[in-house]
Nanobody, 108 residues
Framework: QLVESGGALVQPGGSLTLSCVAS????????MAWYRQIPGHEREWVAT??????FFADSVEGRFTITRDDARNTVFLQMNDLKPEDTAVYFC?????WGQGTQVTVSS
């Protein structure tokens, strides 16, 4: 099971951290990924974490980072220098299991 949190309304240029809490089995066995979706559009890959390695879409490279708290089975997506085009519902996924999503809105 996956549960995201942390979505909010933030001004352009601001920062936000999303959290994804996973079951222990998922967290320790599989990679964790973040996707985002705008209504009427396909879900877009944002980033993937595989242990100590993380990979990012070109659109967020250099602005987003991923950290982990192994004790809490939690992955964090740190988003900096947010832009209006980052507005979307953000989903955490692992082993084809999806969370419910959390809304991020970047607007002045």
């Amino acid at each position: 099971q996956l549960v995201e949190s942390g979505g909010a309304l933030v001004q352009p240029g601001g920062s936000l951290t999303l959290s994804c809490v996973a079951s222990e089995n998922l967290f320790k066995t599989f990679s964790m990924a973040w996707y985002r979706q705008i209504p009427g559009h396909e879900r877009e890959w944002v980033a993937t974490n595989q242990g100590v390695d993380s990979f990012f879409a070109d659109s967020v490279e250099g602005r987003f980072t991923i950290t982990r708290d192994d004790a809490r089975n939690t992955v964090f997506l740190q988003m900096n220098d947010l832009k209006p085009e980052d507005t979307a519902v953000y989903f955490c996924t692992s082993a084809k299991i999806w969370g419910q999503g959390t809304q991020v809105t970047v607007s002045s």
